[in-house]
């Protein structure tokens, strides 16, 4: 929480929420963040202040940090109760994409830095300045973006169940997560390919796939083509840990390698609820 101190006289706090709101543009859209303003101490209350601020995402790695200038709708009357308060930005399409790519899946942590003047207790001292952290859970960021028609997102919740197999699978969907964040990706894809173990192993993957992989596709059945589904995911990400000679050695892994991967993975897992 932000404190803005106005000498012994009285403060004003400003709390940023976890939520956001995107309205479409022509490749430039507005990025709305809202905040509560509360006011504590011998203030004159309606007393109207200004806000105004920048938004950084100092947290995203890589060197843009800068996202826009934050300009609230208007002014707010101080009140001894939380009252709402709500700034916005632009983002361009561009921008979007490129905090898309830092981000990783994980929840966005931004700052704001924040200027607030008071325009009628002239009295004190009328401007002071803060910074704001600004946490946005991933759930929260991924459905505006859905709704602003940049993107999609598809987030697969793993059972962490008693059955030991899957629960290791499960954690080493996690740890894979993290590895696409720190640009691990080909031991993501390690992970992913381990995570397809008690898969293999539940489905009978392997013999399914044995007498399968000789008929033509249009004859194989529904468990079979699920079979040749996993079998196939299953040696594309054993190149990763794998540096075979003449192959698998020569293998290159982005990062829209591995968010397919660990993506796979973990839908075929979570699919084994429905199974058993």
């Known amino acids: 929480m932000a404190n803005f101190s106005y000498g012994s006289a009285y403060n004003v706090n400003i709390q940023a929420q976890e939520r956001v709101n995107f309205s479409m543009g022509w490749d430039v859209h507005r990025l ?28 995203v790695p890589g060197p843009a940090n800068w996202i826009g200038v934050l300009a609230p709708a208007g002014p707010v009357a101080l009140k001894p109760f939380a009252t709402t308060l709500t700034m916005e930005t632009t983002v361009t399409g561009d921008l979007l994409r490129g905090l898309e790519k830092a981000r990783a899946g994980a929840d966005f942590n931004l700052t704001a830095e924040l200027t607030a003047a008071g325009l009628a207790e002239t009295k004190h001292w009328p401007t002071t300045s803060a910074q ?3 946490r946005i859970p991933h759930a929260a960021w991924s459905d505006a973006i859905t709704q602003l028609d940049a993107g999609a997102f598809v987030d697969v919740l793993v059972p962490v169940t008693e059955v030991k197999a899957r629960a290791t699978a499960a954690r080493r969907v996690r740890e894979a997560k993290t590895a696409i964040r720190d640009g691990r990706y080909e031991h993501a894809v390690s992970l992913a390919r381990a995570a397809l173990d008690p898969v293999r192993e539940t489905c009978n993957t392997q013999n399914v796939y044995n007498r399968a992989v000789n008929k033509k596709a249009s004859e ?3 468990e079979e083509r699920w079979a040749m589904l996993t079998q196939s995911a299953f040696g594309l990400f054993s190149g990763a840990p794998h540096d075979d000679t003449g192959t698998t050695e020569r293998f290159t892994w982005t990062r829209a390698d591995a968010i397919a991967a660990v993506a796979t993975a973990a839908s075929l897992l979570a699919r084994l609820e429905d199974l058993l």
């Open 220 to 222: 194989r059945d529904q």
């Open 32 to 59: 709305a963040l809202t905040f509560e303003v509360t006011a504590h101490g011998n203030y004159t209350e309606d007393a109207p202040f200004l806000v105004s601020g920048r938004l950084w995402a100092f947290d």
């Open 132 to 134: 704001e952290p600004v």
